[in-house]
């Protein structure tokens, strides 16, 4: 059922490149992000995101992209899906948003959080329902404070496009894709309506005049680019089944779009999808392009779409670097 929406999501139309990256060229690293950051993970005779083309800074933490300068932050909000409100059987002290929130009162004493992330939700959640996403954590329609916006998101959006396949065929699959993505825009661009992005001040915007900052999560996948769905123990159970080489291609083709979202309106994005290569379920495999040693670990539950305890740390480690650089 996999296999014509990632076929589909291969040849979309790509994002236009923006024309500049919002981050000062002279913090630029030397190397593409593949040279630094994954040089041997990840086949690039078979394609691997093109980030640098979209303008994308990544230090040499290498969690995620620097292209905010997040200071004196004084409301925390996270939103998205389940990933971010976390799900057993993990422990709800080690989700990856509980483990940052402490380090994030650390840094910014003070600080005052709220959690909007629900299970389920999508991009098209963060901004059409007044009862979840952007609305139920900001009914005013913004805030006056200096707010750090945190969240997951895009991963049921793929789910539920692998679903319209079966239903309505692959042009309304098409149309949800790129719809999901839409939204993910929208979305944004509510939250910086009226900044100057090429300003001294592009964190300040009409509805959040203190400042505003988001970093999110790029989309990740646990088959290790092998496209194994069957690798997951659960697989079956959530309707996933068989071998889709193509599946690579698909999240390289949305992980773009998140880039070039996360360059032109100056925010950030986790690099997910790269970091949890080679800690999928053929993690110490060393037949696969995401091969990180044989003693590698899972970073997975066996939901198959859900970090384990470790997944969060990692996560938590991951966020923390790009907020803090």
């Not at 309304?172 to 790129?178: C, M, R, W």
Request: aromatic share 8%; hydrophobic share 35%; proline share 6%.
């Amino acid at each position: 059922m996999l296999l014509p929406l990632l076929l589909l999501a291969c040849t979309a139309e790509p994002s236009p490149a923006p024309s500049d990256s919002g981050a000062d060229p002279g913090t630029t690293p030397t190397g593409t992000i593949k040279e630094r950051c994954f040089p041997d993970i990840g086949d690039e005779s078979l394609g691997f995101p093109a980030y640098d083309e979209l303008g994308a800074v990544v230090p040499d933490h290498c969690s995620g992209t620097d292209h905010q300068d997040i200071t004196d932050i004084e409301r925390l909000v996270f939103l998205g899906d389940s990933v971010t409100a976390g799900t057993p059987p993990t422990d709800e002290d080690r989700y990856y948003r509980v483990e940052l929130t402490e380090d994030l009162q650390e840094r910014w004493p003070g600080l005052e959080v709220s959690d909007c992330s629900q299970w389920g939700d999508r991009t098209d959640d963060l901004l059409a329902h007044e009862d979840r996403g952007l609305n139920l954590c900001f009914p005013e329609g913004g805030d006056d404070r200096r707010t750090l916006i945190v969240m997951t998101v895009g991963g049921n959006d793929m789910l539920e496009a692998a679903e319209t396949v079966a239903a309505k065929g692959e042009e309304a699959a098409k149309a949800e894709i790129d719809q999901a993505i839409a939204y993910l825009d929208e979305a944004f661009a509510w939250v910086k309506e009226g900044a100057d992005l090429d300003g001294a001040s592009p964190e300040r915007s009409d509805r959040f005049p203190g400042g505003v900052f988001v970093v999110f999560g790029n989309v990740y996948e646990f088959t290790d680019a092998t496209g194994d769905l069957d690798s997951c123990p659960m697989a079956g159970y959530l309707g996933f089944t068989g071998t889709v080489p193509q599946l690579r291609d698909g999240y390289i083709y949305v992980n773009e779009a998140y880039m070039e979202l996360a360059v032109r309106y100056d925010l950030d994005t986790v690099l997910m999808l790269e970091n949890f290569c080679g800690h999928g379920f053929h993690a110490g495999e060393p037949d696969n392009e995401c091969y990180r040693g044989d003693q590698a670990e899972v970073w997975f539950d066996n939901t198959c779409i859900h970090p384990n305890e470790t997944g969060h740390g990692e996560l938590q480690r991951m966020f923390r670097e790009t907020i803090e650089q």
